[in-house]
């Protein structure tokens, strides 16, 4: 049992506990009891809303039921520069407050790196405050986008994306690279071409930090000694392989040992410098290449310097199985953690004739029978990610102060920008529901329903919230049960109403965020 939870003031814990694990210990009278607020909204609009967005909010449920939900669809298809994030201050061509570019992001990493040499203790805190505050802006754009922006699905497909191409911002100066990732090679493409965004990947530093490319060398290679430069180890196979292996043909894509070997050998040379000119510190070092014959992927492929990697990207991007395995991932994610078969098939056939057009293939996935099927309406279990978003989304509250939500999605397994690994974290109920995941979403509704979140505690800051967009209310005081009852509509059970309804009333928004039903989407 958690701390937070042991310490939330007035709440029940074992009715609580009750209705989040779905028992059936209450007594009869209270399942029986009427709900306060009847469903309003159609099934499908929800479901919609859920799967497209990071769950309902009394604004997009007004957009959605004006617009109609197949004109709201195509809205998030087709999304309008001048519409996003007004209330933010952020359209799609700028960068958020604090924002490093690669260059700044790589200069100033250095910069605290070489302080540490003169000024071991000076360096040491300036480096931890400049990682520290790069994440913290980084988050803050991240949350604040997903919470407030009309355009849900883009900010969805943000996060999808990101997860698909992992980096984990533990890992020395990628820390300070994560904004400049994701705003510059993930969210430019993120309703795209799959191709784009695979190149625009496996140039930024961080991806080349990440899994090592920058260090990847023809045999005998010999580096320039210099104090600030580390000794390249030789050929280095993590980033062809996991360039492979998850980011296009899948585990399954029927290729060998020899070809993650040969595929490394093209990509010897790839690399960056701060000192390069243009926006991008991507470099191709000819002297680092391996610049013999290759044979991948049933290919004879002769000697051409950078072109070996360039034309290595179009086979994968193009290639069936890669067709497969994106398709696979898109029908997990939006219909079920075992998506119909013949789905995976069409969509990979649209990925296909599209030349990898992402926003084609999300078009014809959501205009599928199996995506309108209601026998998939409310079945996904909510990631962490997913849950404290929607929670928030929901109950309509004012969020200025990130650190709480950043909080909670660390108490509950999924640091924002923190998984160690390239896989990215998990889309499946398998990976998330247990006892523990559920003991600490208890918590944080309980917390979030009686007001307790520091959320609109920004330090050092004075102002007004910072979005106004979906009726913000400070969460200073208890959250108001029918405002999220409304919203909710028919995603919420007839039984979850009744159980919430025969609580006290300064439970009842607890029982709600913590209940079964509001656990899935």
């Not at 492979?244 to 960056?272: C, I, K, N, P």
């Not at 000192?275 to 049933?298: C, E, I, T």
Request: proline letters at 7%.
């Amino acid at each position: 049992m958690t701390a937070l939870f042991m310490a939330a003031q007035g709440v029940r814990r074992r009715e609580l506990l009750h209705l989040c694990l779905g028992t059936a210990l209450l007594p009869a009278a209270m399942r029986q009891a009427q709900a306060q607020v009847a469903p309003s909204a159609d099934p499908f609009a929800l479901h919609v809303i859920n799967r497209l967005g990071w769950g309902p909010s009394s604004q997009d449920l007004m957009r959605l039921q004006k617009a109609g939900v197949d004109a709201w669809i195509n809205q998030q298809l087709q999304p309008l520069p001048s519409a996003l994030t007004d209330d933010l201050g952020i359209t799609p061509g700028e960068q958020p407050r604090g924002y490093l570019s690669q260059r700044e992001a790589v200069t100033r990493y250095r910069e605290v790196t070489q302080l540490a040499r003169r000024d071991p203790e000076a360096g040491k805190a300036a480096r931890r405050e400049l990682l520290q505050q790069a994440i913290l802006d980084a988050s803050t754009a991240r949350v604040m986008r997903a919470l407030y922006s009309p355009q849900q699905l883009n900010e969805v497909m943000v996060d999808f994306w990101f997860n698909h191409f992992n980096v984990f911002s533990g890992k020395g100066m990628d820390q300070v690279l994560i904004a400049s990732y994701e705003n510059e090679v993930i969210r430019p493409y993120a309703l795209g071409r799959f191709r784009d965004m695979l190149g625009a990947t496996a140039k930024h530093p961080a991806m080349l930090f990440y899994l090592d490319n920058w260090l990847s060398v023809a045999p005998g290679f010999q580096a320039r000694r210099s104090g600030t430069k580390p000794t390249p180890g030789g050929l280095n196979e993590n980033y062809a392989r996991e360039l492979m292996e998850l980011h296009t043909l899948g585990v399954d894509g029927g290729y060998t040992q020899s070809d993650v070997t040969e595929l490394a050998r093209m990509l010897t040379g790839w690399t960056f410098d701060a000192k390069a000119s243009g926006p991008s510190l991507f470099v191709f070092n000819p002297a680092r290449h391996d610049s013999g014959s290759k044979q991948w992927l049933r290919h004879e492929v002769p000697p051409s310097g950078q072109q070996e990697g360039e034309w290595a990207l179009d086979q994968l991007a193009k290639h069936p199985a890669t067709a497969r395995h994106i398709s696979y991932k898109l029908a997990q994610h939006f219909v079920a953690d075992i998506p119909p078969p013949g789905l995976v098939q069409k969509l990979a056939r649209r990925f296909t004739s599209s030349d990898g057009d992402i926003r084609s293939v999300l078009e014809t996935l959501f205009a599928s029978p199996e995506f309108r099927d209601p026998a998939h309406f409310g079945k996904k279990f909510k990631t962490p990610y997913r849950y404290v978003l929607s929670a928030l989304r929901a109950s309509a509250v004012a969020v200025r102060n990130v650190r709480p939500v950043l909080n909670a999605l660390q108490q509950q397994g999924m640091p924002l920008y923190g998984c160690p690994t390239p896989d990215g974290y998990k889309n499946t109920e398998e990976a998330w529901l247990n006892p523990e995941a559920i003991t600490r979403r208890v918590a944080f509704s309980t917390a979030l329903g009686g007001g307790r979140l520091p959320l609109d505690e920004l330090p050092g800051s004075e102002g007004s919230p910072v979005s106004g967009g979906m009726g913000a209310v400070p969460p200073s005081r208890e959250l108001d049960t029918n405002t999220l009852l409304a919203t909710l509509g028919s995603t919420l059970s007839t039984r979850t109403r009744s159980l919430v309804a025969s609580e006290p009333a300064n439970l009842q928004t607890a029982l709600v965020l913590g209940s079964p039903d509001f656990m899935r989407h």
